[in-house]
């Protein structure tokens, strides 16, 4: 049995046990309207504009992966490299507890809603571009 | 007794908590989609805390601090990639996922590139997963009840595995839930106020002896209660008061340790006196303060590569959590791929915040506690420190409280995973309903008890810790690239799962049956997804480029369903 590619809406209340293909129904799309026409009519601009949204949000993805790679993934390499380091006390707690049991969460979460507010960024720019079309 | 009383109480409590709910459930289950996912539409903070109550496990309520403890501070990078795992799902996963609205991942496998014959691969490695995952908590509980009851091991194996089947069986999702949002601040408050106050108890954390280069030593005279006989190795020859079997001689009263190895029998006591250096059960490696504080991983590998065996757990731990089959379910509860975003960063600070927690149970037990390095019951570190440091009422309390929590973890945790488990065997490889559903559940837990039974000798972290290098080598490739590149087919995406999932497992198996102890093979088999996981996503991009026939031909409303905001999406779930 395979997927219809594109299921109609999941039934609702289905009491029969049967094979329910469970996708997304679209809670909270907005203002859909206008813009989801606007998208569909121009079809000939569908394929690039999302490629380059797409592309953009991997961009940003890729960045971040670099920036979480440079702050935390060099730590062990900078360690190994200058062993001292680990018999130093941090704010009265060893090293690797200060940086590895402390520090390290607040930068994760930094790191988190610093992508988040840029990929609804992208997203918004996406948006506007599409209603200027 | 009373300590064992008063935990026991706090255990059945939280069991019941949880049977109860999840019998709630029951009557709101009506439909395949509600029975499984609990509705839709979660807010953000309740979703996150739900999926880290269900993330935090047993490895980390009992496990970081006993590894910890055991290994050194190295392990820290356990903890840290079990939540930096969620920073990678967030960069590459959440809100496509989320978008595509597919609810597992053999779903997912299938809806993408559309073929069966990957969804039944996918499912097998689900099941694959979903069962290692259960033992460690099935261990957790079988070392809980050991500790706090003195029950025979088995005993915490079952009563877990049966309260959680027939929870499943019974109440499906719905009920599990509601509870798993409750749980993570149950959990929470059960590590918090216990270390905190022992923070306080101890006056601080903040001890030269820590990166000294000597052994743990007993700083007050200490008696070290033997549960499961042991042999341990004496660096430095002491005399204590013997109680019991040593040596295979029954010993009431002063004895001389000399320095090499020796067996004490379970029940035995042993009183150190005051300012001796700890032994160290024979399993365990000596380690001095300045080789226990080092930031890099050194578990037991003798002669073994830290570096390489640190990077190798950061691939296996930050890249594995994308792989959970059981967390994925949890981002299908979100309103959108927005709300998908922020309910991640949300568990990143709420992972956060738990982890600052176990460290101080295991600089502590260093401290305060060395009789642990004997006994070899390193994972025991969280239960039974409340007691040893506070021996009034007080300590049976907090005692009490960590047990609480500790089930809480086991409870969650496994019922997520069996969930997962029986809804791939009923949906995936059955196709059947709820009442299958309902079999599979008890299959799948009948199964998982028989396993977890088998699991005593290996660490909870080990255990956990491979299962993430199993997913990291195979699911995560499938979602990174079956989002983000355009040419995955489905031929490809099995060479990768197959060809990663079997080496990661294979490597795996070696290392439990005790293949490669030592140097590069003890590293690249003990912490393989180093090379495992690049690997398969080579194995799938050279699958992928050979077929490039195989391509959905929907590929473009395939992205436009991974990608696209909701605001530009018509009212139907397709875009047709």
Redesign the interface.
Known sequence: MTIPPHPPTPPPAQPAPQRVVIRSADVGARRVGVRGRAFDERSEYRDVLLHSLIRAQFGLTLGFIALTVGALISLPLVVSLMPWLARKHVLGLPFSLAVLGVAVYPVLVLIGLAYTKLAERTERHFLDLVDKL | MSGGSIALIAVIVVTLITMVVGALGIRIA????DF??AA??VPPLRNAAAISGEYLSAASFLGVAGLLLKDG??M??YP?GY??G???L???VA?PL??????TIP?FA??RL?A?RLRQVATIFVLVIGWFYLLPQLKGAGLTLQVLLGTPYWVGVAVLAVVVTSNIAAGGMKGVTFVQAVQYWIKLMAIATPAIVLIVVAG???RAE??RPAPPVFNTATTVKVQTSVTFVVDAPVIVQAHGGVDNVRVDGPLALTAGTHRVDAGADLVFPAGSPAPHAESLRSQDG?SW????VNAGHRGGH??AA??SL?VATFLGTLGLPHILVRF?TN??G??A??T??IV??L???F??FP?VFA?LGRLRDPGLYLTGQTDSVVLVLPHALITNVWGEILGALVAAGAFAAFLSTSSGLLVSVAGAMA?DLL??????FRRCALLAGAIGLVAGLQVQRFDLNLLVGWCFAIAASTFCPLLVLGI?WRSLTWVGAIAGLVLGGVTSSAAIIMTMVGVGNSGWPSVLLGQPAIWTVPLAFVAMIIGSRLTPTQIPA?L??K??QL??????????????
Do not use: Q
Request: charged fraction near 20%.
């Open positions: 009506r439909t395949p989609d499984l996912v839709r539409a501070l190295g820290l990078w840290v939540a930096a969620y920073l990678m967030l960069l590459l809100a989320r978008r595509f609205g597919a609810y779903d299938e809806g559309g069966p601080g954390l903040h820590l990166t300045s504080v080092s930031p890099l830290p570096l640190t990077y950061i299908y309103r959108n927005r709300a975003r922020r991640t960063v990143l600070g992972l956060g915040v982890y600052l460290a600089v949906h196709r059947g309903g709820v009442r299958t983000w929907d473009e409303s992205l436009l990608h696209l905001p909701e605001a530009l999406r018509p009212m139907a779930p397709a875009t047709d």
